[in-house]
């Protein structure tokens, strides 16, 4: 059986959130955002291990409690200027342990509110495909596109056109091999479409949205907290 290793960037800036730190650290459900997403994909049997890709500058992670996660967390210090870059040197990282037909599953630490259900059948789907697949959401909206003047220059026909989330899981090789032809990809479906793979749409879910902004706190501590209460009353 191949072995999953999961990936969590959490190298950036946060710089659309406008904090005075990054936003995989503010506080949301009483924890660092990036916790959320780094226990969930810790309770998936089936991954092997969660490896964090934090900035070589992290001054963060050394100051929370982690021993939540004992063995399958690990801390990598190798993140890059781009998103592409941070998952690339973990990739290198990998080399040697990694096996080509191994799973290299990518989640952002931005999307703290994934729950382990959909992680579970997102593995499911993905089965064991040859390349891999996304989990992604059909439109819902019309599309517009501006040529900067706020004005509509154009109606963008929304049939067929999917929005990305993660989780982004492909085999190993492919997704080293599309991320040296392509590191300007800002997803690994974009990577891997550029040296020919066609990764398998799954459906992925609204909570499952990307934190980006300040008024996303909110929406993400709410869905956060009706999973708990949830999980109260199912257990
Ligand atoms: N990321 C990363 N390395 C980078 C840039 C981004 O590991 N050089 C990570 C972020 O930490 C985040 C995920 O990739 O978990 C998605 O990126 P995004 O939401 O754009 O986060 P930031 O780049 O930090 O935010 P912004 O674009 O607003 O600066
Ligand atoms: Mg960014």
């Not at 995989?24 to 959320?36: C, D």
């Amino acid at each position: 059986m191949p072995k999953i290793f999961a990936l969590v960037p959490a190298a950036g800036q946060g710089t659309r959130m406008g904090e005075a730190f990054p936003k995989q650290y503010l506080p949301l459900a009483g924890r660092p955002m990036m916790f959320h997403s780094l226990e969930t994909l810790a309770a998936v049997d089936r991954i092997t291990a969660v490896i964090a890709i934090l900035s070589p500058m992290d001054r963060h992670w050394g100051a929370h409690d982690w021993s939540a996660f004992p063995d399958k967390i690990e801390a990598l210090f190798a993140g890059g200027a781009t998103r592409g870059a941070s998952v690339a040197n973990a990739l290198a990282m990998l080399e040697g342990r990694a096996a080509p037909t191994d799973w290299v599953l990518v989640h952002d630490a931005a999307r703290p509110c994934i729950g382990r259900e959909l992680v579970e059948q997102f593995l499911d789907e993905v089965g064991d495909d040859p390349v891999g697949g996304l989990l992604a959401m059909p439109l819902a909206d019309t599309l517009k596109r501006s040529e900067g003047l706020l004005r509509v220059s154009e109606t963008i026909p929304r049939e067929g056109l999917w929005r990305a989330q993660t989780p982004q899981m492909f085999r190993y090789d492919i997704l080293r091999r599309g991320l040296a032809r392509k590191p300007e990809a800002t997803d690994e479906s974009q990577a891997v479409e550029s040296v020919g793979g066609m990764p398998k749409l799954v459906q992925g879910a609204n909570a499952n949205f990307k934190v980006t902004f300040t008024d996303d706190l909110p929406i993400a501590e709410m869905i956060l907290a009706r999973r708990v209460a949830d999980e109260e009353t199912s257990s």
